[in-house]
């Protein structure tokens, strides 16, 4: 959360700066703002979107060659003019901007206002900027120096960057616990929170790591830890299109995400899922199957959707492998004491691999000596690489901050993992394996079938749009999916929707349902199907209005549903990957049909690199 870019180089910066800060408005969205040297230090920031900012900024001296740019996801303060980043040093010598959280604020503050400082913002950010500064008065030394002094009583999570009125080349950049990626051009420099501000001018990165500073000019690239030891600058070649990161025709980014599934799902499988001759090749499975294999207990860790495809691998792994598993908060398990020993394999699920609580919960699980296979989607991000092994989703840059197609690719990737796991195991016979295999390699075709024609789906959230709460119930593997399909409606439409295990609803969620209550069931053909549609009839004898995502050719759950949303049938195993389809659907109209913004919801930002 929050999005920072960085340039230093012959272009003007405003320009590149800000088309980068559109790039990164899905990490937080609540003011902006940018930093340029020219002769002077100038400060332009506004509460709202980036497009706000600009237009503020319409007939003013934007010239400059160095810039910082900002666009927040509010922690420390409201969102507002003077909490906006980038914040100027009580001296007016610096400006910084930072995404992240110090911790120990308070106290350093403490300190700085009973030296006579006083400060125009909530902000932890500014508190930072003015340690430093003081720092480097007091200590007569470099802005480099008095960072990295500051760095070592800062606790807390930081990616900054930092420019000085008498420095017109020079950013200083410094990391720990949230992203940071620099491009490396001919003569410039771009820095940003991830590569899509970056894609359009190099292919040449470089990820810094936690505890590194870079010193950032035109010319020049120098990485150091904080001991100020010179660390080699790891470059690699980006693999992302332009294409990918742009709206293309859609109207929003997450229909565009929607539709992309049958093409993401299949690079998911491409190359792994080899039908014809029986095999399903993943080299950080294949490498470390012994581990997997021999596993005495699985942990699903991870936060949000990415916890629902943990759930979902739940069902696949205990059916399959005959492992038992666990599926933990992220947030949860890295603060109390979980018992995790030698011998336990931890699978971490996320898009972004950024996630704060998931990244420390992996460096806790790792301490304890746990095997850490990482699921991600963003290439070369942090729990890509603190990970032992893992597999990457392959489902390209997902821009709206509503997760989709990301989902149904960990969902792929969990599935694969499951089937190669449970194979060499012994625990599913190969009649088995390769029939799941098959109906894997049938979903790509399948979703293009349910995303061929939306209408029906259109007109059902249109026709519900205004109810204040709603029920989603599923059982067995589409448990999760129905609490995937309520987290969708909440986000996108600010609709109360609870998920549920569909028998548990009688254990109190029942007294809620009344004449007014969609209730949303997710009723595929499956093994649990009869004992589904006797909980449809208990909705249905309350007078609830229910709504089924059921398989084609179900003329049962037709009589006893108000609408329908159809999918194709499949083995229930690999069912989530088509049932959580029309849901996505759903929300987005619902959101849609209110008017509301669905690729930025109100308060939400992707990403989420606080705790
Ligand atoms: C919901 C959503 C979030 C994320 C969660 C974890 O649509 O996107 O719930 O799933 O913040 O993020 P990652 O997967 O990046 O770790």
């Not at 979107?49 to 409201?78: C, F, Q, S, Y």
């Not at 480097?136 to 606790?155: D, M, P, Q, T, Y």
């Not at 810094?208 to 660390?231: H, S, T």
């Amino acid at each position: 959360m929050c999005g920072i870019v960085g340039y230093t180089g012959p272009r003007q910066a405003y320009p590149v700066v800000v088309k980068g800060l559109k790039r990164l408005e899905y990490r937080g969205y609540d003011s902006a703002g940018v930093a340029l040297v020219n002769g002077d230090l100038k400060v332009f920031k506004k509460k709202g979107k980036v497009a706000d900012l600009e237009e503020n900024n319409v007939g003013k001296d934007l010239n400059g060659h160095i810039g910082i740019g900002h666009t927040r996801w509010a922690t420390h303060g409201e969102p507002s003019d003077r909490n906006a980043h980038p914040h100027q040093s009580q001296s007016g010598e610096l400006a910084m901007i930072h995404n992240g959280i110090i911790e120990n604020y308070a106290q350093i503050k403490q300190e700085l206002l009973s030296k006579g400082y006083t400060f125009k913002s909530d902000t932890d950010t500014e508190v930072l900027l003015n340690f430093i500064d003081d720092i480097k008065k007091n200590n007569n030394c470099s802005v480099e120096e008095a960072l990295r002094i500051a760095l070592k009583r800062v606790v807390g999570a930081y990616c900054i960057l930092l420019i000085s009125k008498d420095d017109p080349e020079t950013i200083i950049a410094a990391r720990k616990g949230s992203p940071l990626v620099i491009g490396i051009g001919k003569g410039e420099h771009f820095l940003a929170s991830d590569a899509s501000p970056i894609i359009e001018y190099t292919k040449e990165v470089v990820y810094v790591n936690d505890y590194e500073i870079a010193i950032v000019r035109p010319d020049e690239l120098i990485l150091k830890n904080l001991g100020n030891e010179k660390q080699t600058p790891y470059i690699t070649k980006l693999d992302m299109e332009l294409a990918k990161i742009e709206k293309g025709g859609y109207e929003h980014f997450m229909l565009k995400e929607i539709h992309e599934q049958p093409e993401t799902i299949h690079d998911c499988l491409r190359g792994r899922l080899q039908v014809e001759t029986g095999e399903i090749k993943m080299g950080g499975i294949q490498n470390h199957i012994d581990a997997l294999v021999n596993a005495d207990r699985i942990l699903m860790v991870a936060c949000g959707t990415s916890w629902h495809a943990g759930l979902i691998a739940e069902y696949v792994f205990e059916e399959l492998c005959r492992i038992p598993v666990e599926v933990e908060y992220a947030s949860e398990f890295r603060y109390r004491n979980p018992v995790v020993k030698k011998g336990d394999v931890i699978i971490a699920i996320s898009q972004s691999g950024e996630t704060a609580d998931t990244l420390v919960a992996l460096e806790k699980a790792k301490e304890q000596g746990a095997f850490i296979f990482g699921v991600v989607n963003v290439v070369g991000s942090s729990i890509a690489r603190i990970s032992h092994a893992g597999a990457y989703t392959h489902a390209g840059p997902e821009i709206g901050v509503a997760s989709t197609k990301a989902f149904t690719g960990q969902l792929a990737v969990l599935m694969m993992m499951a089937l190669k796991i449970g194979y060499a195991k012994g625990t599913i016979s190969k009649e088995r394996y390769l029939h799941l295999m098959n109906e894997l390699d049938a979903v790509p075709d399948k979703v293009k079938q349910i995303l061929a024609d939306t209408s029906n789906i259109e007109r059902i959230a249109n026709k519900y749009k205004d109810a204040t709460d709603a029920l989603f119930l599923g059982r067995g593997y589409n448990f999760p999916v129905a609490l995937e399909g309520a987290l969708k409606l909440k986000e996108i439409s600010y609709i109360h929707a609870e998920g549920y295990p569909a028998a548990e609803m009688k254990h109190g969620p029942i007294a809620l349902v009344d004449e007014n209550l969609p209730v949303v069931f997710v009723a595929t053909k499956d093994s649990y199907y009869e004992k589904i549609i006797s909980n449809v009839q208990e909705i249905k004898a309350r007078k609830g209005r229910v709504v089924a995502v059921a398989s084609e050719g179900d003329n049962v759950i037709t009589t006893m549903s108000e609408d329908v949303m159809f999918v194709p049938e499949c083995d229930e195993v690999i069912a989530p990957l088509l049932s959580t389809i029309p849901l996505q659907l759903l929300s987005y109209y619902v959101g849609v049909a209110k008017g509301y913004n669905v690729d930025m919801p109100r308060n939400l930002a992707k990403s989420v690199t606080v705790e």
